[in-house]
């Protein structure tokens, strides 16, 4: 069966990756169903979630302005 491209969310957030030389190399992300607006703690908390995944692939994450 197909997959669809993309799934509609009403309220995400994504951190971008990037390698140790600076080139953006993908992203971590979160979607809800419904509308909702993420805290300064969820968004710093997906943030080191990515930074420790990216630690994995020699690879850090964009901290979170």
Do not use: C, M, N, W
């Not at 953006?24 to 979630?49: H, M, N, Q, S």
């Amino acid at each position: 069966p197909s997959q669809p491209s993309s799934i509609a969310t009403a309220g995400s957030l994504a951190v971008p990756v990037i390698s140790e030389g600076g080139a953006v190399i993908g992203t971590l992300g979160i979607g809800k169903y419904v509308p909702y607006e993420f805290t300064g703690e969820e968004k710093a908390r997906l943030a080191a979630v990515a930074e420790e995944l990216a630690g994995h692939f020699g690879h850090k994450a964009l901290p979170d302005d």
